[in-house]
């Protein structure tokens, strides 16, 4: 059954009207419909060109700059890709790199070298850090007029470990995925070590230390900086108030890691570490199946590629808890259809970003393309009294809705409601008899 998301809640609550009015929350679980802006799934290359004539072989990474471009590390191509919105289309790049040509030399365009680079994150200035999994390095790209320029930041190509250090004396193993401050520090998912790396800026020089996780230590712990463990970590990213927030690969969970004066604390927010699966709930309710991508709004949602569940998901926070729901694709069911909810469809998508209009980018690694959501309007929900103690509920004729309801908003099974739907004078509307419990409702798509 398609499932159908909602933009407003509405409360009656013990048989009598709640509130003159509605009251809602204007996060939860809002509809996204998601279509295909570059790329095409039938066609894997790494031709440059427009909307579908573009190929790609295998974008993970994806990042979104301040002027609404998109940067992809192609991972199989060793190529970082530009997406550019010309009006209505998306006009395709490589930016750096050779395709086909596995190295480490740093240098302008094309003559730069990557191996299977994995994450990107864009800094205020247009700066582009990558983590180049295969050379266990960070490469930062700086644009130069219309070229980039690329250089190694730290790490030594072919030099495995998980030593801290400046420039080439620190060292990585699998670094994967990436998220920049605005004072440009760089937060590291060191994979393969199971740590989180901090990158800093310090002169011409930058220092790498290890802010959670030990090296080689792997598992689900919560704790401070070393106590705390991982488990393959391979998506970051950071709020305003300096968050991190950690897509725990292998351990199926997210991680939030706060800063406390100088410590970094590790709680998990959602997801059973060993447990995986596709449920959604609230915090250790929720689950995931090896979740790769992770970006986070201007509101602190967190949206999280479930690559394993070739699914979208969001994390809204609610109080001290964290409301997952699944925003679009089809629980297990790889696909390439565009469309509205569980209509769309993803393959292995390993790559998500957000831009500041709340826009999804995504990595639809699978299907090798790239893929934009945009969330869908629904009209707010009004509640009144009607005669012999019912409720009305109604809402502006804009559109075709369906009506929900469910007694409480921890539970994720909402059921359509059957009665009859009316318009009059452009208001939808329907008269219920009063409620036993407390009941929600909501419109969906």
């Not at 996060?27 to 295909?36: L, R």
């Amino acid at each position: 059954m398609k499932k159908m998301f909602p933009r407003r809640t509405a409360l009656v609550t013990g048989g009598c009207l709640a509130a003159a009015t509605a009251w809602g929350q204007s996060n939860y679980a809002t509809p996204y419909t998601f279509v295909t802006i570059a790329g095409n799934a039938t066609s894997s290359g790494s031709a440059n060109g427009t909307n579908s004539s573009a190929q790609f072989t295998y974008p993970e990474g994806v990042a979104v700059d301040a002027h609404g471009n998109l940067f992809v590390a192609d991972n199989f191509a060793n190529t970082i890709r530009k997406a550019a919105p010309v009006g209505t289309n998306w006009v395709v790049t490589t930016i750096a790199g050779q395709v086909g040509v596995y190295g480490s030399a740093n240098g302008t365009n094309g003559v730069a070298q990557f191996s299977e680079p994995v994450g990107l994150a864009v800094d205020m200035h247009s700066n582009i850090f990558v983590a180049d999994f295969g050379n266990n390095t960070v490469r930062k790209i700086t644009p130069v007029g219309t070229n980039w320029v690329v250089k190694t930041i730290a790490g030594t190509a072919g030099n495995t470990g998980g030593a801290d250090g400046t420039n080439g004396f620190a060292q990585f193993n699998g670094p994967a995925a990436l998220a920049v401050d605005t004072h440009s520090n760089v937060f590291l998912a060191d994979s393969l070590n199971h740590t989180i790396r901090k990158i800093s800026p310090l002169g011409t020089n930058w220092v790498v230390t290890t802010i959670a996780g030990t090296a080689g230590n792997h598992g689900p712990a919560d704790g401070s900086n070393g106590v705390a463990q991982f488990n393959q970590p391979s998506g970051i990213a950071l709020d305003a108030a300096g968050n991190l927030f950690v897509a725990d690969t292998y351990n199926s969970t997210i991680r939030k890691i706060s800063p406390a004066g100088t410590n970094w604390v590790v709680t998990t927010i959602a997801g059973q570490a060993g447990n995986g699966g596709s449920a959604d709930g609230v915090n250790l309710f929720a689950q995931f199946y090896e979740s790769a991508g992770l970006a986070v709004d201007s509101a602190d949602n967190l949206f999280v590629a479930d690559t394993f569940n070739h699914t979208i998901r969001k994390l809204t926070p609610a109080g001290a808890n964290w409301v997952v729901t699944t925003l679009a694709g089809t629980v297990q069911i790889p696909g390439s259809r565009d469309g509205t909810g569980a209509s769309a469809q993803f393959k292995s998508p390993a790559g998500v970003a957000v831009d500041s209009a709340g826009n999804l980018f995504v990595a639809d690694s699978g299907n090798a393309t790239l893929r934009q959501g945009q969330f869908v309007t629904v009209p707010n929900l009004t509640i009144s009294r009607a005669a012999l103690a019912g409720v009305v509920v109604a809402w502006p004729n804009l559109g075709s809705y369906t009506l929900q309801t469910n007694p409480t908003l921890l539970a994720t099974s909402w059921g359509n409601y059957g009665g009859a739907v009316t318009t009059l004078s452009g208001t939808n509307q329907i008269t219920l008899p009063a409620s036993s419990g407390n009941l929600f409702f909501r419109l969906t798509h």
